[in-house]
């Protein structure tokens, strides 16, 4: 069009436009004062014809405000609403409110004179951009040109808005003409919404994967799917080319839930396989929380696949939490709960990332490539800050989007968990990218490991203080991370590097690598920091070790190095310092005694419950009692008669070097007993009384030494007698006596117990007191101890070591039980008894009572289990006491280990062991059969009341969330059969197994 027209010619333009005649019947927008959408398309359907006879061309434009839900919620509603009228008045002033329409929220719609109209739209531009004293928002406007007076006012919009629609990724103001182009991309637009089905049945629509990458260990540790669709007419369309328009069309769900279905079948195939897998995470829209349940169908999906839900992560953008209304923070909830993670994608990309963090609760952030584009100091301190805050939050972080060196080095410099990136590789069909990471020999992170290092990667190393990380087995120690800091120290202490130092650590002969690794396995046994001072290059230096996650015979230790400066070393005299030096690194302890002062303090040290620096109060008692605990018991006398202070006195005056030791068994921290050298050492002259006390381990440690040595060292057993005075045995047998005494009155309730017997069942007396043994479900053969006690109450028998069978935390335990009547004036009024468990005072009935039980939880296992279910079979069919069977599993418990480790995995049998004791109680036969499999068996008449139980235990599993250190979802599926319904007690565990299995959801269609 012509372009020419200036200022003069345009306000004449509008003056004869203007002029125009108007309807006199129009609806108006109640907020803007502008037509109403439908008065708009009469009006215009009336007009235009009249403009293009007038001026020989007419447009119907549109203008669309950039992120205007994000405005509101940045500034309210109300600011949102001046703005808008703001642009309401603006758009008056230049073509009239009977031109203008506001369609939605924040779509303006105008129809004029096409002349001069990009010189009129410059200014309009320039004026919202002052508006409100510039709290606006960036506009986007189409242009439609009508020559044709035919064309349909619908037509026109869409189009105007089509062109609109092409700035939709640009943050500046500006407008764009419809063309031709913009033709063919309508009609490609059309095609990809009406043929998406075809995509998806005809296989157009393929699954890549991109790598995501650890950063600490450069290990491949996820994928993120991406959809690209390869069209017979259109050839290979890309994200960007559908995703959006099928958002508006509100059936991404379609394809978003295929892509779900294409990787769980992946997961599926590479688990059957036995290749290993990491978590892949899908992308779901916004519009798919709004038409759809995609938590429900998800779950089921796993499920039917046998997906672990930790393998599949689900991805929302930031725009689309903003616009959710309530609907997405209801679903994040519930992904959560069903046990998925939940990560923001695009953060950063919108102008509400703060509040979207304040009000959703994410697993994990991944950074916008938008601040990777111009990777400046200012984008560089804007991602630190959001590392920081994000471990601060709890939140894990991944930058996308990552190409090149610098940026990788970075943000690995900042803590970054992990990268995804065209550094690594672009998202490719999954055969060709297998090669490519088979080809790079890129290693595949496990799960367990993964875990691991999830949690360590929230540890913020974005301080001012030297920092590393080392990835240890407890023998050997990798540098996985450093800092600038820790660098620079490194240099000062005659280190290289981190590589350095490492290799110092591990060498076979290094003091160091020893005082290392008894320095972290003391972290790891106390869970604390602890820290060793060594020399190196003529410094002192301080190391600390702190153990952030562990795995297994795994752990990631955050370490700390200062070099310090002794201002005490003024005080000592150069021998003092010339000795420490020497043996700081020869010795695992050194203790430092002034013998006139009776004091201490404890330089170095390998035993747990000594700090370095604190300060010994009694010397004397200090080694007679605290050390002494960590002497071996056949060692004891002679040790005491060793740090004796007239010992010490003796031999400092008999050996002229001023030094002696002595060989004795200490135990080591993880509890085994080692030969130890102990070293009294004394200074010179007017010192003499100040002594160091160092250990190190005995050259000679071998068994075949040893055990000479201990032969000449042994004195042979010392024995003696223990008397116990009580001045009430009555008394002494309630409270001190191991015998498990009762009493009961005629009623067979009971009456009261000795401490010993409450302590065996783990009993009150408000439990006990008043109870029959029926009603606590004590005994399996209820019925036949209700017969001899009442034997013993009508005739006054008596019961010596009857052999019997009670339930104690749900394992069957063998007694041996004697039983008195009681008199209270020559009747009989009650019965008195005490029993002895059999198992607990023969080592045959205990290596029996151990084959019975399961070594992890305590309970029985299978084998115990079907005694026991066998005596309760036997009771039924001989007194018809009916008893019912449960079987229970934890689903996840599989996955735990191999997520979290082996550590995890007993940690959740043990606390499921601990929740179905304190649900079901005393009388409970409690079993783990199998894996994640628990079983529970009782005398019942009861259905109700057991099924309340088996619902509180549900509730009680699903509370547990955390697993040695580590986030997780739980949950147990129970099923219950009485022996009353079936003929043997193999079909009873049975009926009750499948009756658990058909609780759980239906297989999904695949």
């Known amino acids: 069009m012509d372009g020419s027209a200036n200022l003069t010619d345009i306000s004449n333009i509008s003056k004869q436009f203007h002029s125009l005649n108007i309807p006199a019947e129009l609806q108006f927008d109640p907020l803007t004062g502008l037509l109403s959408r439908g008065s708009f398309l009469k009006k215009a359907q009336s007009d235009i014809p009249k403009i293009i006879e007038r001026y020989g061309q007419a447009v119907v434009l549109t203008l669309d ?4 839900k994000g405005f509101n919620t940045s500034f309210g509603q109300e600011a949102g609403d001046r703005l808008l009228c703001s642009i309401s008045d603006i758009l008056k002033q230049h073509f009239g409110s009977t031109y203008c329409s506001r369609f939605g929220e924040d779509r303006f719609y105008v129809f004029t004179r096409a002349a001069g109209i990009d010189i009129e739209l410059n200014g309009i531009i320039k004026q919202i951009q002052n508006i409100n004293h510039g709290q606006s928002l960036p506009v986007r406007m189409g242009i439609y040109g009508i020559d044709d007076e035919k064309i349909s006012v619908d037509v026109a919009c869409n189009r105007a808005r089509m062109a609109c629609d092409t700035l939709r990724n640009n943050y500046n103001s500006g407008f764009v003409w419809f063309d031709e182009k913009l033709a063919d991309e309508s009609a490609r637009k059309d095609y990809i919404v009406r043929n998406l089905g075809n995509a998806i049945e005809r296989g157009w629509i393929r699954i890549c994967l991109q790598p995501v990458m650890r950063t600490l260990t450069g290990e491949l540790c996820g994928f993120e799917a991406l959809s690209r669709w390869d069209d017979p007419t259109y050839g290979l369309l890309y994200p960007d080319d559908f995703i959006q328009l099928l958002e508006l069309n509100r059936i991404s769900y379609n394809l978003d839930f295929y892509v779900v279905k294409q990787v769980a079948k992946l997961l599926r195939e590479r688990q ?3 290749l290993p897998v990491v978590p892949v995470s899908v992308n779901l829209s916004r519009t798919d ?5 995609p938590v429900t169908d998800i779950s089921t999906l796993t499920e039917s696949l046998g997906i672990r839900r930790s393998l599949i992560n689900i ?10 209304n309530g609907i997405i923070s209801g679903a994040i909830e519930r992904f959560h709960k069903a046990g998925f993670q939940v990560w923001m994608d695009d953060f950063g990309s919108g102008y509400s990332s703060l509040n979207v963090l304040k009000d959703f609760l994410f697993d994990e952030i991944k950074i916008d490539m938008g601040f ?5 100091d200012k984008a560089k301190t804007i991602v630190s800050m959001i590392v920081e805050m994000s471990k601060k939050l709890g939140m894990h972080t991944l930058a996308e989007g990552v190409e090149t060196e610098d940026q990788l080095s970075f943000l690995k410099s900042i803590g970054c968990e992990k990268i995804q990136g065209n550094i690594f590789s672009k998202a490719l069909p999954y055969e060709s990218l297998m090669k490519q990471l088979e080809a790079d020999g890129v290693r595949w992170e496990t799960r367990n490991v993964s875990a691991m290092y999830d949690k360590a990667g929230l540890t913020n190393v974005i301080v001012d203080n030297p920092v590393s990380l080392f990835l240890t087995d407890g023998k050997t120690f990798k540098g ?4 600038e800091d820790f660098n620079e120290i490194l240099l000062t202490a005659g280190y290289k590097d981190l590589k350095a130092l490492e290799a110092d650590m591990n060498h076979p002969e290094s003091p160091k690598g020893r005082k290392c690794r008894d320095l972290a396995f003391k972290a790891e046994a106390n869970n604390a920091e602890e820290y060793m001072t060594f020399l190196a290059n003529g410094n002192f230096y301080k190391l600390s070790f702190r153990i952030l996650s562990s795995c297994d015979d795994l752990s990631v230790i955050f370490a700390t190095m200062d070099s310090l400066v002794y201002e005490q070393e003024k005080q000592f005299t150069s021998e003092l310092d010339a000795l420490a030096r020497k043996l700081m690194f020869n010795f695992d302890s050194i203790h430092y005694v002034d013998t006139d002062e009776h004091k201490g303090t404890i330089i170095s040290t390998s035993i747990p419950s000594e700090t370095v620096g604190s300060t010994i109060e009694n010397t004397e008692s200090y080694y007679s009692e605290n050390v002494s605990n960590y002497i071996h018991p056949d060692e004891q006398e002679r040790w005491r008669s060793f740090v004796s202070p007239e ?9 002229k070097n001023g030094t002696f030791s002595a060989l004795f068994r200490m135990r080591k921290i993880d509890g085994s007993y080692e030969w130890t050298e102990v070293t009294v050492t004394s200074f010179r002259g007017a010192n003499a009384h100040r002594l160091l006390v160092s250990s190190k381990p005995a050259i000679i440690n071998d068994p ?12 042979g057993t010392i024995s003696s007698d223990r008397h116990i005075e009580a001045e009430n045995a009555w008394e002494f047998l309630m409270n001190k006596s191991s015998i498990p005494i009762f009493w009961k009155d005629t009623r067979l309730r009971y009456l009261g117990a000795s401490k010993a017997f409450y302590e065996y069942y783990d009993l009150s007396p408000e439990k006990l007191i008043g109870k029959t043994d029926a009603e606590l479900g004590l005994r399996i053969d209820g019925i036949s101890t209700a017969n001899m006690d009442k034997e013993i109450i009508n005739k006054g028998e008596v019961v010596i070591k009857a052999l019997g069978k009670n339930v104690v935390d749900g394992v069957v335990h063998h007694i041996a039980v004697s039983k008195y009547p009681m008199y209270n004036m020559g009747k009989i009024c009650g019965l008195i008894g005490f029993f002895v468990d059999t198992e607990e005072i023969h080592t045959t009935d205990e290596a029996r009572r151990l084959d019975l039980e399961d070594p992890v939880t305590g309970l029985m296992n299978m084998k115990g289990l079907m005694v026991a279910m066998l005596d309760l079979d036997d009771n039924y069919k001989k007194n018809r006491e009916n008893y019912a069977h449960i079987s229970c599993e934890i689903k996840e418990y599989s996955g735990i280990i191999e997520d979290y480790g082996d550590a995890a995995g007993q940690e959740l049998l043990k606390k499921t062991a601990d929740i179905l004791r304190a649900v079901f109680g005393t009388g409970f036969i409690l079993s783990r059969t199998n894996g994640g499999v628990f079983s529970i068996a009782r005398k019942t008449t009861s259905f109700n009341g057991m099924m309340g139980l088996v619902q509180k235990a549900e509730a009680e599993v699903r509370k547990i969330d955390m697993l040695n250190g580590f986030k997780c979802t739980i949950h147990a599926d129970f099923g219950m059969a009485r022996a009353s319904e079936v003929s043997s007690v193999q079909q009873l565990v049975n009926l009750s197994y499948t009756r658990m299995r058909r609780k759980r959801e239906p297989d999904y269609e695949t």
């Open 65 to 68: 405000l950039k992120d205007m």
């Open 272 to 274: 059957e396989k036995g």
């Open 289 to 293: 929380f709004v038409f759809n349940d």
């Open 315 to 324: 991805e929302i953008t930031e725009t689309s939490l903003v616009s959710g």
């Open 372 to 376: 990777f584009n111009n990777f400046n």
């Open 480 to 483: 996985i991370y450093s800092n």
């Open 647 to 655: 010992n010490i006195k003796t031999k400092l005056k008999e050996n």
């Open 704 to 715: 075949e030494t040893m055990w000479i040595i201990e032969g000449l060292l042994k004195k």
